[in-house]
């Protein structure tokens, strides 16, 4: 329950604040996920919520970036500072990812 009320807090807040962008959620039959896809022009940014202090994706995760061939993704965490999981792929706290994407 506390994981998806952290999912909505965080999408709530990235499509407030960045209106420009138009969201998404990503799913297929095989299992690729992801919680909010981002768009304006060209440009996509793929967004997963874990409410945890140390964050673990799926395959499911890996697989729907290389679908939609996406080259920046967050997971968004409750922490205090971010570091990279893969190449484009960052765990940041929602403040951080508001300011860096704005």
Do not use: H
């Amino acid at each position: 329950m506390v994981g998806s009320s952290w999912e909505r807090l965080v999408i709530e807040n990235v499509l407030a604040e960045l209106p420009a962008w138009r969201g998404r959620f990503y799913r297929t039959a095989k299992g690729a996920e992801l919680d909010l896809v981002l768009e304006r022009g060209q440009k996509r940014i793929a967004i997963e919520c874990k409410m945890s202090n140390a964050p673990k994706v799926t395959q499911g995760f890996w697989n729907a970036l290389k679908d939609l061939e996406i080259s920046e993704a967050w997971v968004i965490a409750p922490m205090k500072e971010s570091y990279p999981i893969g190449k484009g792929v960052t765990v940041a706290p929602l403040s951080e990812f508001l300011q860096r994407c704005s």
